[in-house]
C-alpha cells in the first residue's frame, strides 16, 4: 500500500512539473501576461550586469526593461577586461540561477530564498530602476517574494513556485540564446552581448553565441536529470 502510495504521488508530481512547464512555453508567446512574466529572466539578465559592474568597481548608471521585455543596464567600464567579464555574466548568470533554484529546492532551503530574492530585487530597485514599467514590476516581485516569506505557506508550494520560477528564466534564457545565436551569423551587429564581445576580444560573435548555447544547452541537460530523472522535487 505504501508503495502504492509513494508511486501515485510521484507520478502526480511529474505531472504537475510538466504542466508547469508547458504553461509557461504557452505563456512565454503571449505579448502581454507573457511578457510580464518574460520580464523576470530580463530581470535577472540585467541585474548580473549590474552587479557584476558593481563587485568589479564599475558604474552602474540604470537597469531598464518594458512591456516588450527588451532590456539593458547602462554602465561605465573602467577597462576592457571588465567589460568583457559584465557581457558574459547575463546568459551565463541566468542560465546557472535557474539550475540553483532547483539546487535550493533539494536543500530544502527555499523559504530563505524568497527573503533572498526580495532582498536582491528592493536592492536593485532603489540603486538602478528609475522607469516606471521596471519600478511597478519590481516592487510587485519583491512584494510576492516577501508575502511567500512572512505567510505561512506549504513547503510543497514554496517548492512548485520556486521551480516555476527557474523554469521561466530557463525558457527565456533558451529562446534568448538561441536569438543571439542567429543574429550573431546574420545580423552581428545586433547580437548584443556577443557583438560587445566581439569588438573587444576580436572573436567572432557567433563564437561567443556557441559559448552562450552550450553552457545553456548543459544547464537544460541538467534541469531535466534533476527535476525528472533524480526527481528531486
Not at 533558451?174 to 545565436?181: G, L, N, Y
Given at each position: 500500500r505504501y508503495v502504492i502510495l509513494s508511486s501515485r504521488k510521484s507520478v502526480g508530481n511529474m505531472a504537475i512539473k510538466i504542466i508547469i512547464i508547458v504553461v509557461c512555453i504557452i505563456l512565454s508567446y503571449n505579448k502581454t501576461l507573457g511578457n510580464a512574466i518574460s520580464n523576470l529572466n530580463t530581470f535577472f539578465h540585467e541585474s548580473f550586469h549590474a552587479l557584476t559592474s558593481l563587485i568589479l568597481g564599475n558604474k552602474v548608471k540604470e537597469i531598464e526593461f518594458d512591456t516588450s521585455a527588451e532590456g539593458s543596464c547602462k554602465s561605465i567600464s573602467k577597462s576592457k577586461f571588465r567589460t568583457v567579464l559584465c557581457s558574459l555574466s547575463g546568459y551565463i548568470g541566468c542560465a546557472l540561477l535557474s539550475l540553483l533554484f532547483i539546487f535550493c529546492i533539494k536543500e530544502q532551503v527555499t523559504h530563505i530564498t524568497f527573503i533572498i530574492l526580495t532582498c536582491l530585487s528592493f536592492f536593485i530597485l532603489m540603486l538602478y530602476i528609475r522607469k516606471t514599467y521596471a519600478l511597478i514590476w519590481?516592487?510587485?516581485?519583491?512584494?510576492?517574494?516577501l508575502a511567500l516569506f512572512l505567510l505561512p505557506t506549504p513547503i510543497l508550494i514554496e517548492k512548485y513556485i520556486l521551480f516555476t520560477y527557474s523554469t521561466i528564466i530557463l525558457i527565456e534564457n533558451?529562446?534568448?540564446?538561441?536569438?543571439?545565436?542567429y543574429l550573431s551569423i546574420f545580423k552581428a551587429k545586433n547580437s548584443g552581448d556577443c557583438h560587445i564581445l566581439a569588438k573587444i576580444t576580436k572573436i567572432p560573435a557567433f563564437i561567443w553565441s556557441t559559448i552562450f548555447n552550450a553552457i545553456n544547452c548543459w544547464v537544460l541537460y541538467r534541469f531535466i536529470q534533476l527535476c525528472f530523472l533524480e526527481n528531486y522535487l
Open positions: 519590481t516592487i510587485c516581485f519583491a512584494c510576492i517574494n533558451t529562446k534568448a540564446c538561441c536569438s543571439i545565436f
